[in-house]
């Protein structure tokens, strides 16, 4: 069993994920955000029995419900559109990693 907190939250994933990652604190994400200026990333990757990847963005608005008001509406910085950019930017950087990681193994 491998355990993460995020957010405020504690998540637990069994012995059926051949892989689980946080990814937005991993070296190779820490290198490209670094590397490129505002580059984002999901919060944790895995690979569920050797099959299908998922990606996992966690947002935990208990306690900021001023601050996140009209996050899912139409405004200047939509929800919506946090997670879209950082889908996309979390696939770039995996196929990168996949050529040019600094730890091989993984």
Known sequence: MTLFEESNLRFEFGEDWT???QY???ADFESIKNAISG????DFIGILNDKTLYF????????HRISSKGR???DEDPVWLEVAQKVRDTVAGIVGASRKSLNEEE
């Open 19 to 21: 892989l689980i990652e």
């Open 24 to 26: 937005d604190i991993h």
């Open 39 to 42: 580059t984002k990333g999901v």
């Open 56 to 63: 996992f963005e966690v947002k935990n608005f208990k306690g």
């Open 72 to 74: 899912c509406k139409e």
